[in-house]
């Protein structure tokens, strides 16, 4: 049988199927239970800054007598203290890699707490960075010396190795991952499902768009991990599309180290981690890999003898050769 172990983050994984950060993932029988589907590694479901700050916010201007004295426990470590008893029971139950994620904007705040998450036994730690530049006197550079500045410091703070989860929407996304690698990330993640915008035309509100991804979604990170490859030192991991043992192929072919699995779990249950990878390994039987590492990269722009073609983004012009 083809061996499809892999290393991520200086780690070793049975397999490149890593659970992605979710609700899938937020308690120690939860991420058990993945390991005994046959997941390689899971990222903890994340600790939101936004959802911490909001509660105390909330409880602060509540008429309830124990409010102010919650509100002030969830400022002082009662939040990250539940966080971190999850990653300490993980461990004692499960024997694949447990990575911690935080999705904060504010870099005091992930600073004080990756220290604990890794005392509590974290393996490696997903910063989920996301930073809407939303008025015309924030420019990109600014927004990229938040993003460099923020990744320099929590790996300061930590000896574990530290993963960058980030969105798609950079000018330059080389130039961006070539920032953060600098900074001392070992990994990106591509690409951060943002929380997807509607408007609800009957009651004039705004409302949440499809929660979960679909396969037509993979394309985007399949065109950057694809031109990135061999191109920088940091490993590439991919999120975003996968569904089917195909589409973690095709990411592989790509150049990712990993794929992060989400939306089809909550669609299929736990068991399409054992699907997906019974068709990895299919697919490596079928064309004689005996090692993933003779797939990966296989189809990115450095191993292509037609390199522009990974650089297409007129669509009328990549089928036709016409602009018209």
Not at 145 to 163: G, H, L, M, T
Not at 201 to 208: C, K, P, Q, T
Not at 248 to 270: D, M, P, R
Not at 299 to 316: A, C, K, L, N, T
Request: proline residues 3%; aromatic residues 8%.
């Amino acid at each position: 049988m083809s061996n499809i172990k892999v290393q991520y983050l200086g780690l070793n994984l049975a397999n490149p199927v890593i659970v992605s950060s979710s609700g899938l993932t937020g308690t120690a029988d939860k991420i058990a239970a993945c390991e005994d589907a046959g997941a390689g590694a899971c990222v903890i479901k994340s600790l939101f800054q936004e959802e911490i700050d909001s509660t105390v916010h909330s409880l602060q201007h509540s008429s309830h007598p124990e409010g102010a004295d919650y509100a002030a426990a969830l400022q002082t470590g009662f939040d990250l203290e539940r966080y971190c008893t999850i990653i300490r029971n993980a461990r004692e139950r499960t024997g694949f890699p447990v990575i911690g994620s935080l999705n904060a904007f504010r870099h005091e705040w992930w600073v004080e707490r990756l220290p604990q998450l890794e005392a509590a036994g974290a393996h490696a730690i997903e910063l989920n960075l996301a930073r809407l530049p939303s008025d015309a006197d924030t420019d990109e550079a600014h927004i990229r010396r938040w993003y460099a500045d923020a990744v320099r410091e929590a790996a300061a703070s930590v000896k574990i190795p530290i993963a960058v989860k980030i969105s798609p929407y950079f000018t330059s996304i080389p130039l961006m991952v070539d920032e953060l690698h600098k900074s001392g990330a070992a990994a990106v993640v591509l690409f951060n499902r943002l929380y997807q915008f509607d408007i609800n035309i009957d009651d004039f509100a705004l409302r949440s768009g499809p929660p979960f991804s679909t396969r037509a979604d993979i394309g985007q990170t399949l065109r950057w991990i694809s031109l990135l490859y061999g191109r920088t030192r940091m490993q590439l991991a991919a999120s975003g599309g996968i569904h089917h043992g195909d589409d973690l192929i095709k990411v592989l072919l790509a150049g990712a180290q990993a794929g992060q699995l989400c939306s089809t779990l909550y669609k299929n249950g736990l068991a399409q981690i054992g699907t997906v990878i019974t068709r990895l390994q299919q697919y490596m039987d079928q064309h004689h890999f005996s090692d993933i590492s003779q797939l990966r990269g296989k189809v990115s722009q450095q191993r292509s003898s037609i390199p522009e073609d990974f650089e297409r983004i007129q669509y009328i012009r990549s089928l036709t050769g016409s602009q018209d």
